[in-house]
């Protein structure tokens, strides 16, 4: 697989002035086409552009800047096609390739106070980048393709592949991950033409992988193993954020249709190569591609996921992560076997319990400071999940005292965050628990602390390059107390790993030894309780006694965002499979009756196929 070259990337803000356009035309294109290394050549306004932009959609044959110029000879080399327009609210979102050249790429988006793109000619290796001055006067300058695009420099990605990957240890899968979410634990016969991380949210990333595909069989002996691990590599590290990885087209499609500014795409091909990406083409359709690398010797689904995710991450805007002796990318800090996405993930190809991170710059020999997470959520406009853990919960525990990770997990979705968790022990308690990062290639380590009713601690567990925390054997005295899970850190900052970037899905498994099963959330029939929230994968659990000889109980959800899906049943929780009835559509209003219900307590399941909040949950006895 393959790393892509330096990038660096701005977000100029350009106005065209259709009065100058004529003129300053002749010189810009006059420069870039002698080839001069040329300070900014401005074009005129970005109003103008835009409208020349929308006559050359609707009129194919249209020349874009022929019609801001009329000077075939100055402007053929910059002429394009559009095959992707999207103007709406005043922002523009414009992808196509240059006229004649089936091997290159344009994109444009913005605002006509904020326009930026390129047009990338990969035979020619040239490329030209539109930005914008502070008066907002639009400009073209050719500038070198390693700034969009890396050099697909073969000579790298052997020397990497030969050194790195023979001995390569993949990540192995907690015992404790099991669906807590979507992209949560080992493939289990999914369709890989149709995966989703997070269904139903409006911003999409499209992993199309149909050119190694025969329908929903992986060509060249690939198993649906492989390309179900590739996908969730990506949905890992993207999972704080609320976007769909999907391998489904007609969910991107869909959500192009609607918002093209809120997707991107990448392209898997069936061809050897160095894979690579279009810097800051979130928004746009211009793709970027994934070569296959039979011969790399390292497994597709964790090789190409791996090299998806960085990818993908020069589309949403970052550049590489410099440093140390690994030059144009850092090659990670061995000692704890941490490096940055963006650097040479491949280094890190022999360590047990590498975790590869998103990164501001903090270690020493950093010289990108960029801010990774600010990039994706600010730049690009794409929103952190809910917290789903905002304000404590009470630890899950059967009558016997057992900590089962499917009902005890979590997300840290931000740096800094926290997620509280409260139990209470009766009389002398021993607690026994691990706690889990639960995605195949994820970014938390965890960190755990222990307080007790007066807040004073009591014991905390971060384990030294092995991203767990474990409590063996804790006695505890009678009291109430407080698990708090964080994203941990190592060593320093500057030679080690800060908790920037320690995010992801945790679940937790062990005993307490005389404790107190938290009580039930009881609903009161007809009475609607309100402000539920839950995240993607997980579930809430509420319960209602029902007396003898009623007619019917009617379980009911009510709300306006998310996918809520509902499940009861008789004396135990319900899951999806075991239930008295359910109600399971497209939205999170949600309604099942038990007829002729026996007496007894009725637990009400909700699941949050897609997360939801401001949810009113409702029982009513008839």
């Given at each position: ?7 660096s ?5 350009f ?5 100058l ?15 001069t290394?040329a300070?900014r ?22 020349r874009?800047?022929l019609?801001l110029n009329?000077n075939?000879?100055q ?8 095959t992707?327009?999207?103007?709406k609210?005043?922002?523009l ?28 000619k990969?035979?020619?290796?040239k490329?030209?980048e ?6 907002g006067?639009?400009s073209?300058?050719e ?5 969009v695009i ?39 016969n ?16 499209y992993l ?9 069989t ?5 198993t ?17 954020y ?21 997707t ?14 279009p ?6 359709t ?17 090789g ?17 992560d ?14 704890y076997?941490?490096g ?15 975790r590869?991170?998103?990164s ?10 960029e801010?990774?997470?600010?990039i ?25 005292g ?5 009902t005890?997990?979590?997300?840290i979705?931000?740096?800094g965050d ?38 004073t601690?009591?014991s905390?567990?971060n ?7 474990e ?8 009291g ?10 190592e ?16 679940a ?26 839950a995240a ?28 809520a899906?509902?499940?009861s ?18 939205t999170?209003?949600?309604?099942c ?22 949810l009113?949950?409702k029982?009513?006895?008839?």
């Amino acid at each position: 697989m393959k790393k892509t070259s330096s990038h660096s990337h701005s977000h100029s803000h350009f106005v065209l002035r259709s009065g100058l356009l004529a003129a300053l035309l002749v010189s810009a294109v006059s420069a870039i086409a002698a080839d001069t290394p040329a300070a900014r050549q401005e074009i005129g306004s970005a109003d103008a552009l835009i409208r020349t932009l929308a006559n050359q959609h609707a009129n194919p044959n249209t020349r874009a800047l022929l019609s801001l110029n009329n000077n075939a000879a100055q402007t053929k080399h910059l002429d394009t096609d559009i095959t992707d327009y999207h103007f709406k609210d005043g922002i523009l979102s414009v992808s196509g390739k240059a006229r004649g050249s089936a091997n290159s790429s344009f994109y444009l988006k913005g605002s006509a106070k904020n326009l930026h793109g390129y047009l990338i000619k990969h035979d020619e290796k040239k490329a030209y980048e539109y930005s914008t001055d502070a008066k907002g006067i639009v400009s073209v300058t050719e500038v070198a393709i390693s700034k969009v695009i890396p050099d697909l420099d073969e000579r790298w990605l052997k020397a990497t592949t030969v050194n790195n990957l023979a001995g390569a240890i993949h990540p192995v899968y907690s015992p404790m991950a099991s669906r807590q979410a979507p992209h949560i634990g080992p493939y289990n016969n999914e369709d890989v033409t149709k995966l989703e991380s997070k269904p139903g949210s409006p911003w999409v990333f499209y992993l199309n992988h149909s050119a190694v595909m025969s329908g929903s069989t992986p060509l060249n002996g690939v198993t649906k193993e492989n390309m179900y691990r590739a996908w969730q590599i990506v949905a890992d590290q993207y999972s704080m954020y609320n976007i769909n990885i999907t391998t489904n087209p007609t969910v991107y499609n869909t959500a192009k249709s609607a918002n093209i500014l809120r997707t991107g795409v990448i392209n898997f091909v069936n061809q050897d190569g160095r894979s690579n990406a279009p810097l800051s083409a979130f928004g746009t359709t211009s793709a970027g591609t994934l070569y296959r690398n039979p011969a790399s010797g390292f497994d597709y689904g964790y090789g190409i996921g791996m090299t998806a995710a960085h990818e993908v991450g020069h589309q949403m805007g970052m550049n590489h992560d410099h440093g140390g002796t690994g030059g144009e990318y850092f090659e990670g800090i061995a000692a704890y076997q941490w490096g940055p996405i963006m650097g040479n993930y491949w280094m890190g190809a022999n360590w047990a319990a590498s975790r590869w991170t998103w990164s501001k710059g903090e270690y020493n020999t950093a010289t990108n400071f960029e801010d990774d997470l600010r990039i994706m959520n600010v730049n690009e406009s794409i929103p952190y999940v809910t917290d789903d853990n905002p304000s404590g919960k009470a630890l899950a525990l059967d009558a016997a005292g057992n900590i089962n990770p499917q009902t005890n997990f979590g997300q840290i979705e931000k740096t800094g965050d926290t997620d509280a968790f409260t139990f209470t022990v009766t009389g002398n308690g021993k607690l026994d628990l691990k706690i889990d990062p639960i995605e195949y290639f994820g970014m938390l380590d965890v960190d755990a602390k222990i307080y007790n009713a007066a807040g004073t601690l009591i014991s905390s567990s971060n384990k030294a390059v092995n991203r767990s925390a474990e409590f063996i054997g804790l006695n505890l005295s009678a009291g109430d107390y407080r698990l708090v899970i964080a994203g941990g850190a190592e060593g320093t900052p500057q030679n080690g790993f800060s908790n920037y970037s320690s995010l992801g899905y945790y679940a937790m498994k062990g005993t307490l030894v005389g404790s107190t099963p938290p009580a039930d959330v009881m609903l009161s029939s007809g009475v609607g309780l309100a402000n539920q929230s839950a995240a993607t994968g997980t579930w809430k659990y509420y319960a209602i006694d029902v007396p003898a000889g009623k007619t019917s109980v009617v379980f009911s959800l009510n709300g306006a965002n998310g996918d809520a899906d509902l499940y009861s049943q008789l004396s135990v929780k319900p899951t999806t499979a075991a239930y008295k009835c359910k109600s399971d559509g497209a939205t999170s209003v949600e309604t099942c009756t038990v007829n002729a219900p026996s007496a007894g307590r009725y637990y009400v399941g909700v699941y949050a196929y897609a997360a939801f909040s401001a949810l009113t949950v409702k029982a009513t006895i008839n």
